[in-house]
């Protein structure tokens, strides 16, 4: 167990709609990243946010935002779903510039991820 | 920005045979590379790491190895045991600021008894 946490396990949702994405960091790892994996893309970065501050932005498309909370857990907000949008998405928490968390330098710890499917 | 090439996609050896996965990165400025392994169904999860200032680490069974100059990292799995079968992801990452990861695509590593 990474101690990230993620709700909810698997999401399944019609085109057009709207879902929220739950992500609780470790305790005291303040940055809080967001991927999306497909099987024929691996992992795409997102957007990462750090200490409730948007950090750095990937391939995120205009339909998806997300935010960071002041208890440090973090959302992900798809809109307007597209079948193409089916996709295992994690997010991953680490403490921030210069952490040595873990026992590797600045790791990123992955939480269980949310299984979306688009029907 | 950066981009990370990973080869090969896919990669078969038998118990006990040696694996090495390769990876490229295109900008200069990146000087973390991390290894990250998912088994199927379950969160990456980082098994090694190195630094630019390194050329080589290595934990166990598994190494890594950095030519900044080529700009390549490979990673080396010696006597292979079924359960190294998992996809292994290759990462690098430029050492400023709020920097994140760029991710290669993968390789699926099968390890035959």
């Known amino acids: 167990d990474s101690g990230v946490t993620q709700t909810p396990k698997h999401l399944i949702t019609a085109t057009g709609q709207r879902v929220t994405l739950r992500c609780s960091p470790r305790?005291?790892?303040?940055?809080v990243y967001w991927y999306q994996q497909s099987l024929d893309q691996g992992l795409q970065f997102l957007i990462q946010y750090y200490n409730g501050e948007e950090r750095a932005k990937g391939n995120i498309l205009e339909r998806f935002s997300a935010q960071q909370f002041p208890d440090l857990h973090s959302e992900l907000n798809l809109s307007s779903l597209e079948l193409g949008d089916s996709a295992l998405y994690f997010c991953a928490s680490s403490g921030g510039q210069g952490s040595t968390s873990g026992r590797f330098y600045n790791e990123q710890f992955f939480g269980p991820g949310t299984r979306l499917t688009v029907l | 920005g950066e981009n990370v090439e990973q080869h090969p996609s896919t990669l078969s050896v038998q118990e006990g045979d040696s694996a090495v996965i390769k990876c490229t990165y295109s900008d200069s400025a990146s000087n973390y590379f991390p290894w990250y392994k998912q088994e199927l169904g379950k969160r990456p999860q980082l098994i090694i790491d190195i630094r630019s200032n390194v050329g080589e680490k290595k934990d166990q069974r598994i190494a890594v190895t950095l030519n900044k100059t080529a700009k390549h990292f490979s990673l080396h799995i010696t006597e292979t045991q079924p359960e190294d079968s998992a996809v292994y992801f290759c990462a690098a990452r430029e050492n400023s600021g709020y920097s994140t990861l760029t991710f290669g695509k993968g390789t699926m590593l099968l390890v035959s008894p």
């Open positions: 305790s005291g790892d303040l940055s």
